[in-house]
């Protein structure tokens, strides 16, 4: 059974760095683009970055543009968020996900798009 299961989350002040990781079982993830979603209490998902299957195309929300990057490790079947410069906006429940296309040409930020969902974990940043 596909699965995909983050960690990493946790409290951090503003300013500092959380690195967040995704391990995907069960499924040929490595051929798969990949993303990482949010969502804050009483707020919409929010698309935060997503990563193409072969690790070398990636596209950014603009909230998150140079201090955030993805990347991922397909011979650990594992994603990755590198978290910089964290502020207390970024505080939410981050979620990886795998896309629902094998070997898409480009990556997507649609939800919609994305098929496998982790648990989710928590990032709290404090100011």
């Known amino acids: 059974q596909a699965q995909l299961v983050e960690s990493g989350g946790g409290l951090v002040q503003a300013g500092g760095s959380l690195r967040l990781s995704c391990l995907a079982s069960?499924?040929?993830?490595?051929?798969?683009?990949m993303g990482w979603f949010r969502q804050a209490p009483g707020k919409d998902r929010e698309s935060v970055a997503a990563?193409?299957?072969?690790?070398?195309?990636?596209d950014y929300a603009d909230s998150v543009k140079g201090r955030f990057t993805i990347s991922r490790d397909n011979a650990e079947n594992t994603l990755y968020l590198q978290m910089n410069r964290l502020n207390p906006e970024d505080t939410a429940v981050y979620y990886c996900?795998?896309?629902?296309?094998?070997?898409?040409?480009?990556?997507?930020?649609?939800?919609?798009?994305?098929?496998?969902w982790g648990q989710g974990t928590q990032v709290t940043v404090a100011s």
């Open positions: 069960g499924r040929t993830f490595r051929n798969y683009g």
């Open positions: 990563i193409n299957w072969r690790g070398e195309t990636t």
């Open positions: 996900a795998a896309d629902s296309v094998v070997f898409r040409v480009g990556v997507t930020l649609r939800p919609e798009a994305y098929n496998y």
